[in-house]
Nanobody, 127 residues
């Protein structure tokens, strides 16, 4: 059974930084494309960032490019999202997700759905 557990959410002031982690179990972590998504109050869930199973390339939504960094540690089976220059509009529940197909090289966030999801962690950015 695949389990993805996010941590690291919290309250931060605008302009600040925050790091999220996602501990994965039940899948070959190093073989799967992983991603972060977010859902703001009253809005649909949206793509934030993804990292392919090999570690490259990484992909980002335009709204976070240059401010957020996705990475992973295969030995720790953990996915990370480092967020800086945070804005109030970054306030959302952040979800970790995994693509179900191992060694998938053509992940496209506009086309492909993720198959496994965590329960999310809330990030609140105050102005």
């Amino acid at each position: 059974q695949v389990q993805l557990v996010e941590s690291g959410g919290g309250l931060v002031q605008a302009g600040g930084s925050l790091g999220l982690s996602c501990a994965a179990s039940g899948l070959s972590f190093s073989a799967h494309t992983m991603g972060w998504f977010r859902q703001a109050p009253g809005k649909e869930r949206e793509f934030v960032a993804a990292i392919t199973w090999s570690g490259r390339p990484t992909m980002y939504a335009d709204s976070v490019k240059g401010r957020f960094t996705i990475s992973k540690d295969n030995a720790k089976r953990t996915l990370y999202l480092e967020m800086s220059s945070l804005k109030p509009e970054d306030t959302a529940v952040y979800y970790c997700a995994a693509h179900g197909r191992a060694y998938y090289n053509n992940y496209d966030p506009l086309r492909d759905d993720m198959n496994f999801w965590g329960k999310g962690t809330l990030v609140t950015v105050s102005s």
